[in-house]
């Protein structure tokens, strides 16, 4: 099966400065490759996702870029705000989703 | 409905008792995802149903975990003889496609 490993698992970041979340797959055959973002307490949810055959997408301060010959992905978000401060799960599937263990990140004012 | 519906919302048991946890997903929606979240941790896959294929079992964790989907909706994931290490939220997802995944806002269960 899939195995997704996602660093750091904690992140704490001044806000407006950027912050950067890795995350690797072991399946060749993955692809699609979601991030997920869960505020405590609540459900999670989808904030930007990528498909194998495009190498970054952006949507205004989110950015994501996948590469495939090494197998990992990662997420950017630039200019962080205190409302950024979640927990953020990347996922990488073919049939179901494989999460990684999450990443803490902390915006300070 | 709008959304994923899980419940109970919160559920405390007694170590050896059986639960039981109802997810309702989007009308529609062919595919449903159980996963599990223990503290701190991240989303552990649990079992998947698609539509009327057999449902991938592969991420149950002992045989204490069973799950149906009746008349392809309504889902019960269900736990016999619980212990104290199966204190977690239970998060329940459903899609239409393969990446429209929403997920319900899950039920907490504690072990005591």
């Known amino acids: 099966g899939e195995n997704v490993e996602q660093h750091p698992s904690t992140l704490s970041v001044q806000e407006g400065d950027s912050a950067v979340i890795k995350c690797t797959y072991s399946d060749s055959a993955s692809n699609y490759f979601p991030w997920y973002k869960q505020e405590l307490g609540k459900r999670p949810q989808l904030i930007i996702d990528?498909?194998?055959?495009?190498g970054e997408k952006k949507d205004q301060r989110i950015a994501v870029t996948l590469n495939k010959t090494a197998k990992h992905f990662s997420l950017h978000i630039t200019e962080t705000q205190p409302e950024d401060s979640a927990v953020y799960f990347c996922a990488a599937t073919r049939n179901q989703f494989y999460f990684g263990t999450g990443t803490s990140l902390t915006v300070i004012p | 409905g709008a959304g994923v519906s899980q419940s109970p919302s919160n559920k405390v048991t007694e170590k050896g008792k059986d639960v039981e946890l109802r997810c309702d997903p989007i009308?529609?929606?062919?595919?449903l995802y159980w996963y599990r979240q223990s503290l701190g941790q991240g989303l552990e896959f649990l079992i998947y149903f698609q539509g009327n294929s057999a449902p991938d079992k592969s991420g149950l964790p002992s045989d204490r975990f069973s799950a149906e989907r009746t008349g392809g909706s309504v889902s019960t994931l269900t736990i016999q003889r619980t212990q104290q290490e199966d204190s977690a939220v239970y998060l329940c997802?459903?899609?239409?496609?393969?990446?429209?995944?929403?997920f319900g806002s899950g039920t907490r269960l504690t072990v005591v």
């Open positions: 009308s529609g929606h062919t595919a």
């Open positions: 997802a459903s899609s239409l496609i393969d990446w429209d995944y929403t």
């Open positions: 990528i498909r194998s055959n495009v």
